[in-house]
């Protein structure tokens, strides 16, 4: 039985939601981080959680912080912006393409996706990133069971979609960031169970090589119920393929795997979308860009600045995206 939580759009938006406002009460940068991060993605509400959010920013910076060093380094290029100034994150379309203004992910630890990666993957290091680090328990939105294996729902950080979260599958067991059967037997009954009572529920993987940030097994998930760019192009450069039988899905991907290929897979609507790419290390990406993931390799761009908002054309965009191109 599914929990209530994944039961409706409004169900599952206003627990999103109210849980951001609730994690309000600790006095942690991490969490303000999350929270500031996720209200700049929604005009809504950002004006609810503003006047609380400068308040907690005015109280963070008065005393001395503890938290992760990455939490705390980001607070400190935080406390440099003056909190009136920060703007909330804006789309456009440019021709075949999707760009987003969002500033707070400039301030984002790379992690792995700054690494050099050979094959499709490396073993759990308990001594790097993982998500069983006690500091970020805070940053759950839920915890329980579905289709008998243990899941740990994170609100995402620096979210780039609407509710947008990390979804870490048996957390405890320590699997690293490759896709087996299971794994992807998982993801695919996950998202077409959800996707059937929340509309637009999407899960989303990035593949060791293709810019997967965290080397601990996860998913992202969000809400979108419009096409992603790569949907509206017959002849999109990337080669991708539509699956409609996980069985189907998983042959291709294993033959991925097998040629050490990295790609991205978009899981909704009783499909699987794969997206093959070239590895991150083989190419050297533009300033503007800190490299493509799953929702760049898919037609979206995030940039962190107004001037490359305001700029960038399309003939940046389509340049930028063939780099990705397997020839």
Avoid at 116 to 133: A, C, L, V
Avoid at 151 to 158: A, D, R
Wanted: hydrophobic share 40%.
């Amino acid at each position: 039985m599914i929990d209530p939580l994944f039961t409706s759009n409004i169900q599952f938006g206003q627990n999103f939601y109210q849980g951001l406002d609730a994690m309000l009460e600790y006095n942690e940068p991490g969490v303000f981080i999350l929270v500031l991060a996720n209200a700049l993605a929604d005009e809504k509400l950002w004006r609810q959680l503003k006047p609380k959010l400068s308040d907690k920013f005015e109280q963070l910076k008065a005393t001395k912080i503890r938290g992760s060093a990455d939490d705390i380094a980001v607070f400190d290029q935080l406390k440099k912006i003056d909190f009136s100034d920060l703007d909330i994150v804006k789309y456009k379309q440019i021709g075949g393409f999707e760009l987003q203004y969002n500033p707070l992910r400039a301030l984002r630890p790379q992690r792995m996706s700054n690494a050099k990666t050979k094959g499709m993957s490396e073993d759990f290091n308990e001594s790097e990133f993982h998500f069983n680090k006690d500091f970020l328990q805070k940053e759950l939105f839920f915890k329980g069971q579905l289709f008998s294996k243990d899941i740990s729902l994170f609100y995402n950080k620096f979210p780039f979609a609407k509710c947008h979260g990390l979804v870490v599958v048996e957390a405890d067991k320590n699997h690293p960031q490759l896709l087996t059967p299971q794994l992807h037997q998982f993801a695919w009954m996950m998202a077409n169970a959800v996707g059937l009572n929340i509309k637009g529920f999407t899960l989303a993987y990035n593949s060791y090589g293709a810019y997967a940030s965290v080397n601990h097994f996860h998913l992202q998930c969000f809400i979108r119920e419009n096409p992603l760019p790569i949907e509206n192009d017959e002849k999109y450069p990337l080669i991708n393929h539509w699956f409609n039988s996980m069985g189907d899905a998983w042959e291709f991907i294993e033959s991925l795997h097998r040629d050490e290929q990295p790609y991205h897979l978009i899981y909704r609507d009783q499909a699987v979308l794969c997206v093959v790419r070239q590895r991150q290390d083989d190419y050297k990406h533009e300033s503007w860009t800190s490299g493509y993931a799953w929702y760049e390799s898919c037609g979206g761009v995030n940039t962190t600045t107004l001037n490359d908002y305001d700029h960038l054309t399309e003939s940046e965009l389509k340049t930028e995206l063939l780099k990705l191109k397997i020839t």
